[in-house]
């Protein structure tokens, strides 16, 4: 497989539209927990380019709109042609104070503070400023971003957010730009797969980004949610897939597993995991990126990436040579679900 392989989205939307078996996460490029120099952004951005990648995502809240205006500032270089880009609805941000700007897990960001809003002219707003600091007339894929409890703190404030989305004319919003033409899908970016069960169960959508919820670690899915989306001709865009870095660095002192330090049951299983990986002399960051793709319902991945050096790592994964042994090997010790699919070979 290489990154420039592609595939459709589904065969459900009015346009066809396909992803590159490999895209690019924009979240690192809004400074995600550190800084990243404009010259490492755009030769990050070229270097995918560059290995054939031509999926890009983005979203508001990376960097409050940082992100996003670095890849508009690469685009010129890049060409609009030919890409597919996606961004997210559901933060407005606002010019503020400087103590009222709030950063999330972003540094050195603008001085601008985050307004949750999944209404119907919040999502308007939100599509409008995102193409204006994109710098282009249109994005291919609108997400409606963080609804789910990890996000928003409980369950309770998901259920809110899921509400106003349909109470307040959010979804209608999506539906407009989508039968429109503005946008050609829509969908949800979230890190559960229990709101997108949900979500589905409400209404039209045409695909999600899962981040960390279906990786070597993490199976669940499996049981309802993935056949749902198979059913339904869903795809799934696949964030996280080292689950916040741990999958990448191993059971290491101060590995990150979602977003904060790895547990002693998730480090004791990485290391698990890391023995057969060993066994068969195949990197755990290799088993980790060729183990999702094995999904039908996984259309592309997209790992964040800061500098050309972590991109062209990246794109080399594909191609690791990985032996079926080491899959059923995971499966005969419990370590990945028996009805997991594994990559042939």
């Given amino acids: 497989m290489k990154p420039s392989d592609t595939v459709l989205l589904n065969n459900r939307t009015a346009r066809p539209l396909a992803l590159t078996r490999m895209g690019f996460g924009g979240a690192a490029l809004g400074n995600l927990y550190r800084k990243v120099s404009d010259e490492d952004a755009e030769a990050a951005l070229v270097a995918a380019h560059d290995a054939g990648i031509r999926y890009f995502d983005t979203a508001p809240q990376y960097g409050l709109g940082r992100s996003e205006e670095r890849i508009g500032r690469a685009l010129p270089k890049l060409g609009r042609d030919g890409l597919v880009l996606s961004t997210k609805i559901g933060r407005l941000l606002l010019d503020c104070a400087p103590h009222e700007v709030t950063p999330e897990a972003f540094v050195d960001v603008p001085q601008k503070r985050i307004v949750f809003d999944y209404s119907y002219d919040g ?10 600091r994109l710098g282009v007339d249109h994005v291919d894929i609108l997400l409606v971003h963080d609804v789910c409890a990890f996000s928003q703190g409980s ?7 899921v509400r106003e989305l349909f109470d307040l004319g959010g ?3 999506l539906s407009e730009l989508r039968s429109s033409g503005a946008v050609t899908a829509i969908g949800a970016g979230v890190n559960e797969w229990q709101v997108c069960e949900r979500l589905l169960g409400l209404a ?3 695909c999600f980004l899962l981040a960390g919820r279906y990786t070597l670690l993490e199976q669940e899915a499996l049981s309802t949610f993935l056949p749902l989306c198979e059913k339904r001709d869903v795809g799934i865009i696949l964030g996280g897939p080292f689950n916040s870095g741990i999958l990448a660095t191993g059971a290491i002192e101060g590995a990150k597993y979602n977003y904060g330090p790895a547990p002693a049951d998730i480090l004791d299983r990485v290391r698990r995991i890391e023995a057969v990986c060993a066994a068969h002399r195949v990197a755990l ?13 996984v259309r592309t991945v997209i790992p964040g990436m800061i500098n050309a050096a972590e991109t062209a790592a990246n794109a080399r994964l594909l191609s690791a040579e990985i032996p079926p042994g080491l899959w059923a090997d995971l499966k005969s010790e419990g370590l990945i679900r028996q009805d997991a699919p594994t990559p042939a070979r």
């Fill in 204 to 206: 039209d959508f045409d």
């Fill in 155 to 161: 369950q309770e404030m998901s259920d809110r957010r």
């Fill in 123 to 132: 999502v308007m707003r939100s599509h409008e400023a995102s193409l204006k």
């Fill in 285 to 297: 960051i290799a088993a980790a990126m060729q183990f999702v793709y094995a999904h039908p319902c």
């Fill in 171 to 173: 979804y209608r919003a």
